[in-house]
């Protein structure tokens, strides 16, 4: 079946290190995001990619850093300059050509700060 | 802009009561509505969706009809189960281009026995 993949599902970083969170999708999806959800707030748009090799900032992409080198994969990391990262992060997936359909969201990748 | 606004919750209810849970938006042009179920720990699944005025979105039992006149989604439900209980999140899409969906705060919802 198609979707997408986070991993790992729980992390804990260490003051100052940075973290690298993944997100695979095979549902040949052009257009992937990446949101941050803190309880109480919703969802906020950190990263988005429209094609391979190119993405935007969103509202938050301060302390974050994206890359996207293949169609399937738009792995974030999570800088020693996002001071407080402790969140819930959530990867999604559309087909551009098909906005009416939504996003596929992952199943999400709790980070916590140690 | 874009901007979805939803009731504050949390809202509990007991077993086979009705839902509501309001959604009001702003929009520039002629958005898709949907709305999202997050439940604990886990990602958001599409509950329903309309893609124009007067459309109805439906499943499992949730129903939302888009509003144009009033800019409104507002989600029901004729008899909840505890099953139900999540955080539901509306939401519009940005038909201008850039293909991002503006979501609302989120409404918690608990059903008890």
Same mark, same amino acid.
């Given at each position: 079946d198609g979707g997408i993949t986070q991993?790992? !599902?729980?992390?804990?970083? !260490?003051e100052g290190q940075n973290v690298t969170l993944s997100c695979e999708q095979n549902l040949n999806h052009d257009a992937m995001y990446w949101y941050r959800q803190d309880p109480g707030q919703g969802l906020r748009l950190i990263y988005y990619s429209q094609i391979v090799n190119d993405f935007q900032k969103g509202d938050i992409a301060e302390g974050y850093s994206v890359s996207r080198e293949k169609k399937e994969s738009f792995p974030l990391t999570v800088t020693s300059a996002q001071k407080n990262p402790t969140a819930f992060y959530l990867c999604a997936s559309s087909n551009d050509r098909q906005a009416n359909y939504g996003y596929t969201f992952g199943s999400g990748t709790r980070l916590t700060v140690v | 802009g874009n901007s979805v606004t939803q009731?504050?919750? =949390?809202?509990?209810?007991?077993?086979? /009561?009705?839902? @509501?849970?309001?959604? @009001? $938006? @702003? /929009?520039?042009g002629y958005p898709s509505l949907f709305w999202y179920v997050q $439940? =604990?720990?886990e990602g958001l699944q599409l509950l329903l969706k309309a893609t124009k005025a007067d459309d109805k979105g439906s499943n499992k039992g949730f129903e939302a009809t888009y509003r144009k006149e009033t800019t409104s989604f507002h989600l029901e439900k004729g008899s909840v189960q505890v099953s139900d209980s999540a955080v539901y999140f509306c939401a519009l899409s940005d038909q201008g281009g850039a293909n991002n969906l503006f979501f609302g705060t989120g409404t918690r919802l608990t059903v008890i026995p």
């Open positions: 991993s790992p !599902k729980y992390l804990f970083r !260490k | 009731m504050e919750g =949390p809202v509990t209810l007991s077993e086979e /009561a009705f839902l @509501t849970i309001n959604c @009001t $938006y @702003t /929009a520039t $439940y =604990p720990g």
